[in-house]
Nanobody, 115 residues
Framework: QVQLVESGGGLVQAGGSLSLSCKAF????????MGWYRQAPGKERELVAL???????DYADSVKGRFTISRDNAKNTVYLQMNSLKPEDSAVYYC?????????WGKGTQVTVSS
């Protein structure tokens, strides 16, 4: 069993930056996929960024060059640095980890970008 505690998020103007963090409580390995998803009202949840290791990351096309995902294995924590934010980035952001292929989700944190 894994529990995820997210922090960060909030309200920012377009062009600004926010950072999210998510600490996992439970058995997580250095190669356990960790990621961030988001869901805007009326839309499906979508992958934002995924990290397996420092050399293996994946980003949604819409955030490439603006968002950076990283992890601290010693702290079982995954981070998402979001720069040059746009109003269309507004959504609830969810942390996700997949130990042994099982999905665990955080409760979500709201990110709102005003124009």
């Amino acid at each position: 069993q894994v529990q995820l505690v997210e922090s960060g998020g909030g309200l920012v103007q377009a062009g600004g930056s926010l950072s999210l963090s998510c600490k996992a409580f439970g058995t997580i390995f250095s190669t356990t996929p960790m990621g961030w998803y988001r869901q805007a009202p009326g839309k499906e949840r979508e992958l934002v960024a995924l990290i397996i290791s420092s050399r293996r990351t994946d980003y949604a096309d819409s955030v490439k060059g603006r968002f950076t995902i990283s992890r601290d294995n010693a702290k079982n924590t995954v981070y998402l640095q979001m720069n040059s934010l746009k109003p269309e980035d507004s959504a609830v952001y969810y942390c996700n980890v997949q130990p042994f292929g099982v999905n665990y989700w955080g409760k979500g944190t709201q990110v709102t970008v005003s124009s």
